[in-house]
């Protein structure tokens, strides 16, 4: 049992979000745990091991058009007419060009020797005398629409590094090259609860009969939603009461079994707050105010080899840190090399006329022109605000913004998935 020196003593410095995330991942080792799984069932996870092609694409030069392979050499002029010497669907392969002729080809076919351009049948005229013959309407350049052998990819290529988050795309490229199958993370295992006494579960009482103090646990959705969409198996512990005993069972019979436990609210400094002491009680703990609004409280520590993470209690908080600081170690746990989102220039459509000492994280939409417009409300209570917005401007403490002025935004679709 080890606790951390200073978590007692008075006040802690705000620390800057920067240096929040870089002192987490400094405690992440990506988990050793490797799957194979069908390349079909792989969107989302994270490869573990570099693809490379044994094969290169297109196999042979093809065709990107329905039409007429030629020879330019044999095009003496617009409307030169040639005879058809050959068909070649796609899935065959042609002869080589007899010079003076042309071969009907289609999309996707293998180009035959000898010839060194496609023209789209469109700019051609299939003509019934003489019988067989083609008119060419068009000067083609030499090598147009014809896909060039291994233009896309080499044998040899490493198409998908190790550490990549698997997309649609990567897996289309992945099987171009015939891999049926990848290696794969194994999903993280991550056990959530929530604490306090004042949270009922919808279903449990009706509005109208709700007691008073008591609130909605809406903490628990917004983040076994955002676990699932980071691939995460999650354990839902439910609502745990603010009672020091069952909180260390809680932790420990969760810590036991999973990669990561998750808790929602309790990591204050209240008699209420009984987080902190199960932690320390089982595992060490770092307790942090960071620098950023909404957000501030936070606590990473490890029970075992199970990773702690708690979040506060108010909704957005809540939400903005999972964003922030939960995902990103979510996704190196898992072995992604990257995981900080790149923010996108925008214009604010507003004024900020109130700089916080704090780093903040205003949501905002965007408007029909490409502008922000920003939520009238930021309190850290208003959940409305993340569901009005598409995303957050990352405004650096102590600055003023002026209608006009160019921002960084962070979409919630480069943050939500």
């Known amino acids: 049992m080890t606790s951390v020196p200073g978590l007692s003593a008075g006040k802690q410095p705000l620390k800057p979000l920067a240096n929040a995330l870089a002192e987490l991942l400094a405690t992440v080792t990506p988990l050793a745990a490797v799957e194979q799984v069908s390349t079909f069932d792989a969107d989302g996870r994270v490869l573990r091991r570099d693809v490379v092609s ?27 007419v040639l005879t058809v010497s050959q068909r070649i669907p796609a899935g065959t392969v042609g002869v080589a060009l007899q010079p003076g002729t042309v071969a009907r080809i289609f999309t996707g076919a293998t180009v ?22 083609v008119r060419i309407n068009a000067s083609p350049k030499l090598g147009q629409w ?28 992945a099987a171009s090259i015939g891999m049926d199958s990848l290696s794969v993370s194994a999903r993280l295992r991550v056990a959530l609860f929530s604490t306090g006494d004042e949270l009922v579960m919808p279903g449990e009482v009706v509005p109208e009969q709700m007691r008073p103090g008591a609130i909605y646990n809406s903490n628990r959705f917004f983040l076994r939603a ?10 839902d512990y439910g609502i745990v009461p603010d009672q020091r005993d069952a909180t260390v069972q809680a932790l420990a019979d969760a810590a036991a079994k999973h990669d990561l436990v998750l808790t929602s609210g309790g990591v204050s400094v209240g008699e209420e707050d009984h987080i902190k002491p199960a932690v320390q009680a089982l595992g060490t703990l770092d307790l942090w105010q960071i620098a950023i609004k909404p957000g501030k409280p936070f ?74 417009d920003l939520f009238p409300n930021q309190s850290s209570g208003v959940l409305t ?33």
């Open 54 to 80: 044994a094969l290169q694409v297109p196999p042979q030069d093809n065709s990107a058009m329905d039409g007429y392979a030629v020879c330019c050499a044999d095009l003496a002029g617009l409307q030169t």
């Open 299 to 372: 606590a990473h520590g490890k029970i075992g080899t199970a990773h702690f993470v708690g979040l506060p209690g108010n909704p957005v908080s809540s939400f903005v840190t999972f964003l922030l600081l939960v995902r990103p170690l979510l996704l190196r746990l898992q072995g992604v090399t990257t995981v900080a989102p790149e923010s996108i220039a925008a214009v604010a459509d507003f004024d900020w006329p109130k700089a916080d000492k704090r780093r903040e994280f205003l949501r905002v939409k965007r408007n029909a022109q490409g502008g922000l």
């Open 385 to 417: 605000s993340a569901v009005w917005g598409d995303g957050l401007v990352d405004n650096p403490p102590g600055h003023v913004i002026r209608s006009g002025d160019t921002v960084q935004f962070l979409p919630f679709s480069a943050l939500i998935s």
């Open 146 to 173: 014809i896909r060039r052998a291994g233009e896309d990819v080499r044998s040899g290529q490493v198409v998908l590094l190790n550490g990549e988050r698997l997309t649609p795309a990567e897996l289309g490229l």
């Open 112 to 133: 035959p020797p000898g010839a060194d351009a496609v023209v789209p049948q469109e700019e051609c005229e299939v003509l019934t005398s003489p019988e067989g013959g």
């Open 226 to 235: 955002l676990l699932q969409r980071l691939g995460c198996v999650v354990t």
